[in-house]
Nanobody, 124 residues
């Protein structure tokens, strides 16, 4: 069983930055892709970013390209989401998830373990 725990969310003004972390349990962290998704009230869960099993390949959603960066530290079983130039429309609960493959994808169906989420609120 894999457990994922997000941290680093909070309230920030527009234009500010936050770094989210996601710590994973178990010994298989380095074998799978990891991803970040977000869900705003009344909306579907949206893909944000994904990173391959050794971090050599990343992909970000169009709405966050140029502002967010995903990275991972396999020695610490942790994946990060650096969020810069935050906008009010970035407000959502952010979830990390483990991919079912080495590269991951953009669909929720391509991820098999999920964290509980961390709230990010961006004020205007």
């Amino acid at each position: 069983q894999v457990q994922l725990a997000e941290s680093g969310g909070g309230l920030v003004q527009a234009g500010g930055s936050l770094r989210l972390s996601c710590a994973a349990s178990g010994r298989t962290f380095s074998k799978y892709a990891m991803g970040w998704f977000r869900q705003a009230p009344g909306k579907e869960r949206e893909f944000v970013a994904r990173i391959s099993w050794i971090g050599h390949s990343t992909y970000l959603g169009d709405s966050v390209k140029g502002r967010f960066t995903i990275s991972r530290d396999n020695a610490k079983n942790t994946v990060y989401l650096q969020m810069n130039s935050l906008k009010p429309e970035d407000t959502a609960v952010y979830y990390c998830a483990r991919g079912a493959s080495k590269y991951g994808g953009t669909s929720v169906d391509e991820y098999d373990y999920w964290g509980q989420g961390t709230q990010v609120t961006v004020s205007s």
